[in-house]
């Protein structure tokens, strides 16, 4: 097992989790009421697509860090979750960036493929919008040390990150033939 | 402008006001300058003085090696147990620092500690043998775990002292070649590098805290022979970067893909 990197202190690291996660998601809802019509000189929907290569990579570095805690090789799975989280910010940064040049895109399908597509975009933007501060307060179970109460809380921020993460992919494929 | 701005103000005002803030310790012992080509360009690079190895026993009776404490910075003077004059007070505050380091700290946020290791050299061996020794220590609550005191061959260590560490170098007071009765503690690195020489009586009451000081730098200095461990693995890691480019072409492609229709 690994050493406790911070000291414990439950309800500072409360307030900063929340304080932060709410900072984000506010940043988040307020950025994409606005539109900035720049003329860049290239195309802003690359951001989208950076996006989905992101979440992509953080899908298979979830997976690879969980099969690593299985094997007992804690150091590695440290390694792979700190580039997941540093992913995460930079993720963030573009996703922010896409929104804010390219505003919203109307999904042009129609039918099942549309019932389809609203079904994982609307689970992945609810699970999207409060998955965060999971991941924080996982990732201080296990910078404190406590390793049993980051296994329990890691059972429900795994599989919720993992699904947000190959969904954003998903939903990048279905609606990126409409972008204009 | 200003998003490029702010980060780049502070980043100067950070840097002009910490890089002098800390002095790291010098080198003392050059063993030689070479010159070597370094992409393409001559540069002078200065060796310094490797401690070498030496074998002794400490007061356990146990066989030990310098080099058995690689990588941990050492802390090392000379004394004998019959000396009436300043070992009782070099021990005593080589103890003091040992206690100090042991005891630093929140238990949960502290260093590792044991990365020093302190050591006490017998200039009289043929006497202090390691019961000797064992009595001395225990009379000053010497914790053997990471502060040995030595004994040996005499000549040995008396080559290690003025060959290896040269206790009398840049030192006011002459030191005699047949007995080495010295109040320095001298500092290694975890490159076993000599890196200070301090007054271990401690009589400007700067010097001990000027060593603890610089204990600390040397802790926290990096390595510049070991390459960075932390993303050492992940890059080990080929399957993993393979699946990562995968992602980036099959996305790239699906992009122009895309815009091209």
Known sequence: MLEASIQKNDKQARILIGVFSFVVFAAVVLLSKFKLSLHLGFDVHIFAMINAIINSIIAVLLIAALVAVKNKKYDLHRKLMFTALVLSILFLVSYIAHHLLAGETKFGGEGVIRIVYLLILFTHIFLAAIILPFILFTAYRALTGEFAAHTKLARYTWPLWFYVAVTGPVVYLLISPYYI | ?261
């Open chain 2, 1 to 261: 402008m200003i998003a490029i701005l702010i980060p780049a103000v502070s980043y100067i005002l950070l840097k002009t006001a910490s890089d002098h803030a800390v002095v790291m310790p010098r080198k003392y012992l050059l063993d030689s300058v070479v010159t070597v080509v370094k992409n393409g360009k001559q540069e002078d690079d200065s060796i310094w003085h490797v401690t070498k190895n030496i074998r002794l026993i400490n007061q356990l009776g146990d066989t030990v090696h310098l080099y058995d404490r690689q990588g941990k910075i050492i802390v090392l003077n000379f004394f004998f147990t019959s000396c009436r004059s300043i070992c009782p007070m070099l021990t005593h505050n080589m103890v003091k620092m040992q206690q100090s380091f042991m005891n630093g700290g929140e238990v949960r946020n502290k260093i590792d500690t044991s990365i020093v290791q302190f050591i006490s050299m017998s200039i009289d061996p043929e006497r202090d043998s390691v019961s000797v020794l064992k009595n001395y220590a225990d009379r000053f609550g010497v914790n053997p775990d990471n502060y040995w005191m030595l004994t040996g061959k005499k000549d040995s260590i008396y080559r290690f002292a003025f060959e290896e560490l040269k206790v009398d170098q840049f030192s006011v007071e002459p030191i005699s070649p047949d007995f080495i009765h010295t109040s320095r503690f001298v500092l290694l690195d975890r490159n076993m590098v000599v890196r200070g020489y301090y007054d271990g009586l401690d009589k400007d009451s700067t010097s001990l805290s000027q060593l603890a000081r610089d204990i600390g730098l040397l802790m926290l200095e990096k390595d510049k022979t070991k390459k960075s461990e932390l993303f050492l693995e992940i890059i080990d890691l080929k399957w993993l970067w393979a699946i990562v480019v995968l992602i980036v072409v099959v996305f790239v492609v699906v992009f122009y893909r895309n815009r091209n229709n």
